[in-house]
Each structure stands twice: as C-alpha cells, then as structure tokens.
C-alpha cells in the first residue's frame, strides 16, 4: 500500500462513485496542485465537493486511488421498526 496522499475533488463525489481528483504536492510554502489527475473511488460512505480536499492512498488490493479521510462523512440513514 502506497502512502497517504492528499488530493482535492475536480468534481463532486458521492459515496460509492469515482470522481476525477488531482494529487497535491508541497511546492516549500503550501500544497499545490499537480499534474496528476486520478479517478478517486469512494468505498466506505464519504461525500465531498468540487474544491474539497482530503486525503487518498492508492490500495494493493484494489489497484485504485481511494479515499481514506479529510471529507464529510455521509449521515447515516436511520430506519424506523
């Protein structure tokens, strides 16, 4: 497993779905933006917005870029019995 990375949505992301993110790096003043655009794939119920940043890590199991932290958490669904 590769480390964590952080990156900021160029689209909106809902959970489940894969939106386009490019990954940010340290330019010696503050993180910016860089080349490298990568589909982020959502599996554990966060959301974000365009502009949103977080934090990725590109999985061994998966092979994909997926979101780890830094979104809001989606709110849970509560059912009534």
Known sequence: MHGLRRFELLENLEPGSVAKAVLLTWDGERYARSKM???LHEFVGMHGLRGDRGFALHSDESG?????S???QQSPQWSHV
């Open 70 to 72: 830094g979104l809001s």
């Open 64 to 68: 994909k870029w997926e979101v780890a």
């Open 37 to 39: 655009v990568i589909d």
